[in-house]
Structure formats: structure tokens, C-alpha cells
């Protein structure tokens, strides 16, 4: 590392014991795995050794003034998850190692809950080359942004499609919560996107893939083309416009029939499964069958409004947004979206 009070850097603390452990860099000894065992151990070298299978999507937060594991090695892995187009979220701030005498700008994007979307048993999205990715620099602390991340303003709905015959996922763009603020979704970006952990929708090296991207806010499709499966068996979307508004990103396997067009925006107006009981914020998402007026708001059960959750424009497809609702009493509660003529009710239970 650049910086010569990193622990890992030679004659320090921790380059120092594990050199005990495992001998040193120099001599780079063979492991019981067959490698060399600071090739095994490499991070950059894992990631390119498991580009087929793919590791699980990762969430990294990195200081640029680590001294315990250092700033500059992070950078070989994010190009290597990058080159390997295995996915993830990385961020990167000024914090030292605890982020007790720096602390972490990216804190409160730490949110635990978003890995309960992972399973062994549903595909993701992985992301790479997203146009608003930061400059992470030469690998000193004074290079490059001192607040970054890559594909951190990304977003992408769960619920993916993976049939034997199409390969569907809605995205958008998302704001980044900060200390001292939040960095607001951009309306639009590009990026890369590779389909990972397929369940049914096989592909074989060679095979040709169609494609297509469709905004929601009008159901437009903005691009579309053809593409080959790689060696890998693995098939990347290039620099896909996402919207905050909302994208889906359709894929069709070589001679796939679509029994129904997956593209359409929902007929019907619905909300989406709403955490209850819940305390004073619950996150909350609304599906918009068309652009327009709409308005979402929150009654006691003897009918009188509450709050006003939402009211003005909206685009097609879904609208998300955490509903504060501190001051009320506990009891139950209902949420009435409308757009138009139509309704939907939500019913929700507040604890203290």
C-alpha cells in the first residue's frame, strides 16, 4: 500500500505473522488446493478462478484510510469483479478501519435487510461499467473520489422472472443515503448486465439471446438487439438505460416462445405485500398501471384520513417509498391508493 503504516505492508504487524503462517510472499508456497497459496488466498484471483459459477453478490464498504487491511488492494478485486462480471455493491469513503477517528460517510447505507432479497435458488442481476460509478483513484488515499461507489445507485425488484424460455428483472436507479445527506437517484444511467445464478433459462456457449429494454413510465422499448453466449455460458446485456422510473429488461433464449408478453405494464392497480405489523416506518410499494395523477393515503378504521402519503404525478410501474408513521397510536390502519377510478386498500398494523 502507498501508504507505509498499512499492517500488511512488509516488516509490519500483520505481513509479519502471516508470513509465520504461511511463509512469504517471496516463496509464495504451494497449498493443499493445488495453487500457490497466496494465488488461492488472493482475492482478484478468486474472483476470475470462479467467473463460471460466480460467487454470491457482494456488499463491500471500504476506507480509504484503512491501515489494518489498506485501500490500494481492494483495488486488483473491483476490477476483477468487474472483468469476471460477478455483480455487487462496492462503496468507498475516507473511514480508517473501525470508522471510529474517521467515520464511515456511507454508514446508513449498511442496511442488513437487503440480503434477505438472496437465495440459492433465484437469479440476480449483476452489474458492471454503471455510468455513474466513481473514480476510485491510484490507490493513495488522496486519489481519485473520496466518496465513491460502483453500481451504488442501482436497484432492482426480487422478483425475478427465469423461465426455460425468457429471462426478465425491472430496474431503476436508487438515491445513496450518506451522514450528511443523500445523493439523489439520477433519472437515468447506463450499465452492463449480466444475468447470474440462472435457475431455468439455460444457456449454452454460441446460443443467440434477443433482447429488449422497456421503459415503464410509457412502455417504450428504448433498445433491443441480439446477443451470443459466451464461452462461460454466461450472456451480458451491454449499457442498458436504466430509469428511475423504472426499466424492464427482457431476454428470450434462441427459439423461446413467450406464451404471454412479460413486457406489459400491470392492467391493474395493487399494492405490493406490505410488512405487518410494522412500527413507526414501514417500506411500502405501490404498482401504477398508467402514468398520471395518483394519490396514496392512510385511514383509521372509522374512515378519517390520517396522512397523506402521496399526491401528484406518477409514472407506470412501481413506486416505492418508506412511510413514516410516528405520532400515531397503535391499532389498525388502511392505506388507499387511487389513480382515476380505481382503488386499492391496503390493510397495515402499527405497534409501538
Not at 484503512?66 to 462480471?85: C, H, P, Q, Y
Not at 433519472?187 to 448486465?193: A, G, K, N, P, Q
Request: proline share 6%; aromatic share 8%.
Amino acid at each position: 500500500d502507498p501508504n507505509p503504516a498499512v499492517s500488511f505492508n512488509s516488516g509490519n504487524q500483520n505481513r509479519l505473522l502471516i508470513s509465520r503462517l504461511w511463509g512469504t510472499v517471496e516463496s509464495n508456497l504451494m497449498s493443499s488446493q493445488g495453487l500457490p497459496v497466496y494465488t488461492a488466498m488472493n482475492d482478484d484471483s478468486l474472483a476470475s478462478r470462479a467467473a463460471q459459477g460466480g460467487m454470491a453478490f457482494h456488499v463491500t464498504f471500504n476506507g480509504k484510510n484503512d491501515l489494518t487491511v489498506g485501500w490500494a488492494e481492494k483495488l486488483g478485486f473491483l476490477e476483477a469483479i468487474r472483468e469476471s462480471r460477478h455483480g455487487g455493491v462496492d462503496f468507498w469513503d475516507n473511514r480508517d478501519h473501525f470508522g471510529l477517528t474517521i467515520p464511515g460517510a456511507f454508514a446508513p447505507m449498511l442496511q442488513l435487510d437487503y440480503l434477505y432479497r438472496f437465495r440459492s435458488d433465484l437469479s440476480w442481476p449483476a452489474f458492471t461499467n454503471c455510468s455513474t460509478d466513481g473514480e476510485p483513484g491510484d490507490g493513495s488515499a488522496t486519489s481519485g473520489d473520496s466518496l465513491g461507489s460502483t453500481n451504488g445507485h442501482m436497484e432492482w425488484e426480487p422478483a425475478v422472472v427465469d423461465s426455460a424460455s425468457h429471462w426478465q428483472v425491472t430496474l431503476s436507479t436508487r438515491p445513496i443515503s450518506t451522514l450528511w445527506g443523500t445523493l439523489a437517484a439520477p433519472e437515468s444511467l447506463t450499465v452492463d448486465v449480466t444475468p447470474r445464478r440462472l435457475q431455468r433459462f439455460a444457456l449454452n456457449p454460441g446460443e443467440s439471446v434477443i433482447w429488449s429494454a422497456r421503459r415503464l413510465s410509457d412502455g417504450a422499448v428504448v433498445q433491443a438487439g441480439n446477443l451470443t453466449v459466451d464461452a462461460l455460458g454466461l450472456v451480458t446485456v451491454p449499457q442498458v438505460t436504466t430509469y428511475r422510473t423504472g426499466t424492464r429488461l427482457l431476454l428470450v433464449a434462441q427459439g423461446g416462445i413467450l406464451v404471454a408478453p412479460p413486457l406489459a405494464v400491470a392492467a391493474t392497480l395493487g399494492f405490493a405485500p406490505l410488512p405487518s405489523p410494522t412500527r413507526a416506518h414501514a417500506k411500502m410499494a405501490v404498482q401504477w398501471p398508467r402514468a398520471g395523477s395518483a394519490s396514496v393515503e392512510l385511514f383509521d378504521t372509522n374512515g378519517r384520513r390520517m396522512r397523506t402519503l402521496l399526491a401528484g404525478e406518477v409514472g407506470a410501474g412501481i413506486w416505492r417509498a418508506e412511510v413514516d408513521l410516528s405520532g400515531l397510536a397503535p391499532g389498525v390502519y388502511l392505506m388507499r391508493a387511487r389513480q382515476g377510478n380505481e382503488r386499492a386498500i391496503q390493510r397495515i398494523v402499527l405497534l409501538r
